[in-house]
């Protein structure tokens, strides 16, 4: 099993945790306030698994990080890990964007690039692979749970880490064919605009879960 660093102590993070630790990984839970994040946590403190620890220590002392940080302050957070996270696989599965005036996503933050391409560029050292960005957070641990089945699509610039990002997807309950690779770490544009159609949704449907998916 591998072992598995998430940034981001929120929604996002603890969802993916808990799948990853009952599929046999362990996981190491990074915040900038672990012992608060592990307090309000609940049932982690029985599953021998999933740690806490700060940011730092959690990027340097596992062998694959997710970003689930708030997109909108990954690029500053994650800048400073370029040591802990050189040679390493980065997933970002966050989206950047600017709120709009009810809280919901407004504008994106790198508009004509992508979070996933700048944290690339800043940690060259670093395979950022992009995916789960284009989904509520639930789906991301349970695609069978959706009526249509959705797409995860992956971004990034090396193949073989790709491969082991696909492994973890599928360790998350996706389905091979489920998984649409779209090329290089480019690409991920496209999926990190398509959160500008998100609000809408969620302001017609409420938090059902959904996902924006490919239909063939």
């Known amino acids: 099993m591998t072992d598995i660093g ?6 996002v993070g603890t969802n993916l945790a808990g799948k990853l630790s009952a599929a046999g990984h362990p996981v190491t839970l990074g915040g900038r306030r672990p012992e608060e994040a592990a307090a309000r946590t609940t049932g982690f403190g029985s599953t021998p698994r999933i740690a806490f620890a700060d ?4 990027a340097r002392s596992t062998d694959i990080v997710i970003n689930a940080t708030p997109g909108d302050s990954s690029l500053e957070r994650l800048t400073d ?7 390493k696989i980065l997933i970002d599965v966050s989206n950047a964007t600017r709120d709009a005036p009810d809280g919901l996503p407004g504008d994106l933050c790198h508009p004509g690039s992508s979070l996933a391409e700048k944290l690339q560029a800043a940690l060259p050292d670093t395979h950022v692979v992009k995916t789960l960005n284009t989904m509520l957070f639930t789906v991301m641990t349970t695609p069978e749970t959706l009526a249509v089945p ?8 090396d193949d073989d880490a790709k491969k082991t990002v696909t492994g973890l997807l599928g360790d ?3 389905r091979p064919e489920q998984i649409e690779d779209l090329g290089d770490i480019t690409t991920a544009r496209a999926t990190e605009a398509m959160i500008l159609i ?3 949704i969620l302001r017609r449907h409420g938090f059902a879960p959904f996902a924006v998916s490919l239909a063939r």
């Open 198 to 200: 998100v609000p809408h």
């Open 55 to 58: 940011l730092r220590t959690t």
């Open 81 to 87: 890990l370029r040591t802990e996270l050189a040679g």
């Open 172 to 174: 998350l309950g996706w």
């Open 6 to 11: 998430i940034l981001g102590t929120g929604r």
């Open 150 to 157: 959705p797409t995860a699509y992956l971004s990034g610039n």
